[in-house]
């Protein structure tokens, strides 16, 4: 299957600064990223699909200036957490379809955020 | 809201056939039924997914009742490996930009 790969695996960060997560697909090319985010022994919940080029789609109740996502490139997609304060300590996870098979996603790793 | 219903945990022996249910009483005619699992502290894993037909490949099989109300993942032989939390989706066919929906999954022990 397709590999996608998410960087930093876990990060530790004081309140009130801000944190890039990479988000890469290694063998394929990604139009379309999406981006959850996992509270402990919780479901994922989508936070925002990120669209190559263009500006990304956020769900009902994510703020998007504090979530920044920026989808420079078919194979790279950041997401920014602005400010960061403790109540966003989650497992942020991405995904991607291929376009051999769009009809499935592939998904990262994971990143674990503890903001002190 | 997630259109699925699991049972919530579900234990089964080593080397036994785990079969894992869900209710999907309200899917439409065009939307499809996938499941994806997720080990501890790692990202999603997509297993299987069908239409109508019952689905196999060499990590489960699916099987939809006629009336697409209803749908079982097999694994026929669990290995230790096999804990997790298994969901159960139900997306549309626009694939490529349809997001997926968790719902609470059911976490499956594998016991030895």
């Known amino acids: 299957g397709a590999v996608v790969s998410q960087h930093p695996s876990r990060v530790i960060c004081k309140s009130g600064t801000s944190v890039k997560i990479e988000c890469r697909s290694l063998?394929?090319?990604?139009?379309?990223m999406f981006w959850y985010r996992q509270f402990p022994k919780k479901s994922l919940m989508l936070m925002a699909t990120?669209?190559?080029?263009?500006?990304?789609?956020?769900e009902q109740g994510v703020e998007k200036d504090k979530f920044l996502i920026n989808h420079a490139s078919l194979t790279l997609s950041t997401l920014t957490v602005t400010s960061a304060h403790p109540e966003d300590s989650s497992f942020y996870i991405c995904s991607a379809p291929t376009r051999k098979r769009p009809d499935t996603q592939y998904f990262g790793p994971g990143t674990r955020l503890t903001v002190l | 809201d997630a259109k699925t219903t699991q049972p919530p945990s579900m234990d089964c022996a080593e080397g036994r056939a785990a079969n894992l249910p869900c209710n999907h009483s309200t899917i439409s005619g065009n939307e499809y039924v996938y499941w994806y699992r997720q080990i501890h502290s790692q990202g999603p894993q997509y297993i299987i997914h069908?239409?109508?037909n019952n689905e196999t490949n060499e990590m489960a099989s699916l099987i939809i009742t006629e009336d697409r109300k209803s749908s079982t993942l097999i694994l026929p032989h669990a290995t230790l490996r096999d804990t997790a939390v298994y969901y159960c989706?139900?997306?549309?066919?626009?694939?490529?930009?349809?997001?997926?929906?968790f719902g609470t999954g059911t976490r499956l022990t594998i016991i030895p």
């Open positions: 990120s669209n190559e080029g263009s500006k990304a789609t956020y």
């Open positions: 063998d394929f090319q990604a139009t379309t």
């Open positions: 069908g239409l109508k």
């Open positions: 989706i139900v997306r549309g066919a626009n694939f490529g930009n349809e997001k997926l929906t």
